[in-house]
Protein backbone atom coordinates (compact mmCIF):
# COMPACT_ATOMS: atom_id res chain seq x y z
CA UNK A 1 0.00 0.00 0.00
CA UNK A 2 2.73 2.05 0.59
CA UNK A 3 0.99 5.39 1.72
CA UNK A 4 -1.86 5.14 -0.88
CA UNK A 5 -5.43 4.93 0.12
CA UNK A 6 -7.23 2.08 -1.10
CA UNK A 7 -10.84 1.20 -1.43
CA UNK A 8 -12.60 -2.64 -0.80
CA UNK A 9 -15.54 -4.55 -0.86
CA UNK A 10 -18.03 -1.71 -2.94
CA UNK A 11 -17.52 0.57 0.27
CA UNK A 12 -15.89 4.03 -1.34
CA UNK A 13 -15.15 5.63 1.91
CA UNK A 14 -13.68 2.03 3.37
CA UNK A 15 -9.91 2.18 4.50
CA UNK A 16 -7.17 -0.48 4.35
CA UNK A 17 -4.69 -0.09 7.24
CA UNK A 18 -1.99 0.07 7.79
CA UNK A 19 -0.25 2.61 7.16
CA UNK A 20 -3.27 4.82 7.83
CA UNK A 21 -3.31 4.95 11.67
CA UNK A 22 -7.05 4.84 13.34
CA UNK A 23 -8.11 6.83 15.47
CA UNK A 24 -7.86 6.83 18.97
CA UNK A 25 -11.46 5.63 19.82
CA UNK A 26 -11.54 3.04 18.05
CA UNK A 27 -8.16 2.09 19.26
CA UNK A 28 -9.29 2.29 22.56
CA UNK A 29 -12.16 0.16 21.50
CA UNK A 30 -10.38 -2.38 19.89
CA UNK A 31 -8.47 -2.75 23.26
CA UNK A 32 -11.24 -2.71 25.06
CA UNK A 33 -13.15 -5.43 22.81
CA UNK A 34 -10.78 -7.91 21.53
CA UNK A 35 -8.70 -10.56 23.38
CA UNK A 36 -6.43 -12.77 21.99
CA UNK A 37 -7.57 -16.58 22.74
CA UNK A 38 -5.95 -18.53 22.89
CA UNK A 39 -2.94 -16.72 24.32
CA UNK A 40 -0.63 -15.84 21.92
CA UNK A 41 -2.15 -17.46 19.15
CA UNK A 42 -2.74 -15.10 16.70
CA UNK A 43 -6.84 -15.39 17.16
CA UNK A 44 -8.54 -12.66 18.06
CA UNK A 45 -11.98 -12.76 19.24
CA UNK A 46 -14.83 -10.37 20.84
CA UNK A 47 -14.74 -10.21 24.37
CA UNK A 48 -17.76 -8.02 24.23
CA UNK A 49 -20.75 -7.10 22.06
CA UNK A 50 -21.76 -3.62 21.63
CA UNK A 51 -23.45 -1.45 18.76
CA UNK A 52 -23.32 -1.51 16.06
CA UNK A 53 -21.58 -4.18 15.72
CA UNK A 54 -23.04 -7.54 14.76
CA UNK A 55 -20.78 -9.76 16.60
CA UNK A 56 -21.52 -11.93 19.58
CA UNK A 57 -19.25 -12.36 22.94
CA UNK A 58 -16.36 -15.54 21.69
CA UNK A 59 -17.14 -15.13 18.12
CA UNK A 60 -14.12 -15.14 16.34
CA UNK A 61 -12.89 -11.52 14.68
CA UNK A 62 -12.64 -10.79 10.89
CA UNK A 63 -13.03 -13.37 7.70
CA UNK A 64 -10.04 -13.84 5.02
CA UNK A 65 -9.52 -11.75 2.15
CA UNK A 66 -7.19 -12.15 -0.66
CA UNK A 67 -4.60 -10.31 -2.08
CA UNK A 68 -2.95 -11.27 -5.91
CA UNK A 69 0.02 -12.85 -3.50
CA UNK A 70 -1.42 -14.07 -0.01
CA UNK A 71 -4.38 -14.28 1.89
CA UNK A 72 -5.13 -12.73 5.39
CA UNK A 73 -7.59 -11.98 7.92
CA UNK A 74 -9.14 -8.65 8.40
CA UNK A 75 -11.86 -6.99 10.46
CA UNK A 76 -14.19 -4.26 9.07
CA UNK A 77 -15.53 -2.05 11.21
CA UNK A 78 -18.04 0.48 10.72
CA UNK A 79 -16.51 3.55 12.75
CA UNK A 80 -16.90 7.44 12.41
CA UNK A 81 -18.97 7.64 10.06
CA UNK A 82 -17.24 5.20 7.34
CA UNK A 83 -15.47 1.56 6.95
CA UNK A 84 -12.02 0.42 8.40
CA UNK A 85 -10.74 -2.57 7.22
CA UNK A 86 -8.05 -3.68 9.58
CA UNK A 87 -5.77 -6.34 9.24
CA UNK A 88 -6.04 -8.53 11.77
CA UNK A 89 -1.32 -8.83 12.26
CA UNK A 90 -1.70 -4.68 12.73
CA UNK A 91 -4.25 -5.33 15.28
CA UNK A 92 -2.97 -8.31 17.14
CA UNK A 93 0.67 -5.68 17.15
CA UNK A 94 -0.99 -3.12 18.40
CA UNK A 95 -2.39 -4.82 20.95
CA UNK A 96 0.92 -6.26 21.76
CA UNK A 97 2.73 -3.00 22.15
CA UNK A 98 0.82 0.03 22.27
CA UNK A 99 1.61 1.41 19.66
CA UNK A 100 -0.07 1.40 15.23
CA UNK A 101 2.30 -0.42 13.09
CA UNK A 102 3.77 2.53 11.28
CA UNK A 103 5.28 0.46 8.20
CA UNK A 104 3.64 -2.86 6.97
CA UNK A 105 4.09 -5.75 8.69
CA UNK A 106 5.77 -8.94 7.32
CA UNK A 107 4.96 -13.04 8.40
CA UNK A 108 8.59 -14.86 9.33
CA UNK A 109 6.93 -17.90 7.98
CA UNK A 110 4.91 -16.27 4.61
CA UNK A 111 1.86 -17.30 5.95
CA UNK A 112 -0.48 -14.63 6.03
CA UNK A 113 -3.08 -16.34 8.42
CA UNK A 114 -0.36 -17.23 11.18
CA UNK A 115 -0.73 -13.98 13.16
CA UNK A 116 0.75 -15.16 16.11
CA UNK A 117 3.21 -12.13 17.43
CA UNK A 118 6.54 -13.86 17.30
CA UNK A 119 5.50 -14.48 13.35
CA UNK A 120 5.43 -10.71 12.83
CA UNK A 121 7.99 -7.53 12.08
CA UNK A 122 7.74 -4.61 10.69
CA UNK A 123 9.15 -4.48 7.06
CA UNK A 124 8.82 -2.10 4.24
CA UNK A 125 7.29 -3.20 0.98
CA UNK A 126 10.88 -4.37 -0.61
CA UNK A 127 11.70 -6.29 2.51
CA UNK A 128 8.59 -8.63 2.33
CA UNK A 129 9.43 -8.91 -1.63
CA UNK A 130 12.62 -10.49 -0.19
CA UNK A 131 10.65 -13.03 2.04
CA UNK A 132 9.99 -15.18 -0.86
CA UNK A 133 8.75 -18.50 -1.20
CA UNK A 134 9.14 -21.02 -4.24
CA UNK A 135 6.36 -19.94 -6.25
CA UNK A 136 3.06 -22.83 -7.56
CA UNK A 137 3.73 -22.68 -11.46
CA UNK A 138 8.05 -22.86 -10.42
CA UNK A 139 8.67 -26.04 -12.85
CA UNK A 140 12.68 -26.05 -11.38
CA UNK A 141 12.40 -26.63 -7.48
CA UNK A 142 14.42 -23.50 -6.72
CA UNK A 143 13.56 -19.73 -6.13
CA UNK A 144 14.43 -16.98 -8.81
CA UNK A 145 14.89 -19.95 -11.86
CA UNK A 146 12.83 -21.16 -14.40
CA UNK A 147 13.00 -22.90 -17.90
CA UNK A 148 13.20 -20.34 -20.76
CA UNK A 149 11.76 -22.32 -23.54
CA UNK A 150 13.34 -20.24 -26.47
CA UNK A 151 17.05 -21.09 -25.30
CA UNK A 152 15.96 -24.49 -24.12
CA UNK A 153 17.79 -23.33 -20.51
CA UNK A 154 17.59 -22.58 -17.43
CA UNK A 155 17.41 -19.08 -16.96
CA UNK A 156 18.15 -17.15 -13.44
CA UNK A 157 16.54 -14.07 -12.68
CA UNK A 158 16.34 -11.65 -9.23
CA UNK A 159 14.05 -8.51 -8.49
CA UNK A 160 16.08 -5.58 -7.89
CA UNK A 161 15.82 -4.49 -4.22
CA UNK A 162 14.20 -0.96 -5.04
CA UNK A 163 12.89 -0.63 -8.13
CA UNK A 164 11.12 -4.41 -8.17
CA UNK A 165 12.45 -4.22 -12.06
CA UNK A 166 13.51 -8.20 -12.51
CA UNK A 167 17.41 -8.31 -13.09
CA UNK A 168 19.04 -11.35 -15.74
CA UNK A 169 21.51 -13.43 -14.24
CA UNK A 170 22.36 -15.67 -17.09
CA UNK A 171 20.67 -18.99 -18.63
CA UNK A 172 22.34 -22.62 -17.53
CA UNK A 173 22.44 -25.56 -19.92
CA UNK A 174 19.60 -28.49 -18.72
CA UNK A 175 21.99 -30.24 -16.49
CA UNK A 176 23.16 -26.90 -15.01
CA UNK A 177 19.87 -26.26 -12.83
CA UNK A 178 22.04 -26.00 -9.54
CA UNK A 179 24.79 -23.53 -10.53
CA UNK A 180 21.26 -21.21 -11.98
CA UNK A 181 20.04 -21.52 -8.52
CA UNK A 182 23.54 -20.45 -7.24
CA UNK A 183 23.88 -17.83 -9.45
CA UNK A 184 20.45 -16.12 -8.21
CA UNK A 185 21.36 -16.84 -4.39
CA UNK A 186 25.10 -15.23 -5.07
CA UNK A 187 23.23 -11.80 -6.07
CA UNK A 188 20.70 -12.24 -3.16
CA UNK A 189 23.63 -12.35 -0.54
CA UNK A 190 25.30 -9.09 -1.48
CA UNK A 191 22.00 -6.72 -2.84
CA UNK A 192 18.99 -8.41 -0.34
CA UNK A 193 18.83 -7.70 3.30
CA UNK A 194 20.19 -10.29 5.06
CA UNK A 195 17.24 -10.42 7.55
CA UNK A 196 14.51 -10.94 4.94
CA UNK A 197 16.24 -12.92 1.68
CA UNK A 198 15.61 -16.62 1.67
CA UNK A 199 17.91 -18.87 -0.35
CA UNK A 200 18.10 -22.07 -2.43
CA UNK A 201 21.40 -23.30 -0.27
CA UNK A 202 21.20 -21.57 2.98
Same mark, same amino acid.
Not at 75 to 84: D, K, M, Q
Not at 134 to 160: E, F, M
Given at each position: ?11 ? !????S ?6 Q?? +? #???? =????E??? !????L??QR $????R?A??G????HIS???? !??Y ?8 GR ?18 P?T #? ?11 S??? +??L? $? =? ?7 S?K ?16 Q???? =? ?5 T????F??T???E #?L????R ?6 RV ?7 ? +? !???
Amino acid at each position: MSGSRRYIGGFR !NSIVSPPICPPQDL +L #EMLR =RDLVESPA !NSGILVWQR $SSWPRRARIGDRAGHISHTPS !NAYRGIHIRWGGRGWHLREHSVIWYLRTGIWPAT #ELDHRDRNGLDNSFTQ +LRLA $S =RQQQGQNTSIKKSNSSGYIGVDWHRKSQKWRA =RARDPVTGVRIFLGTFARE #ELELAARARDAYVRVHYDQRFYV +L !NFP
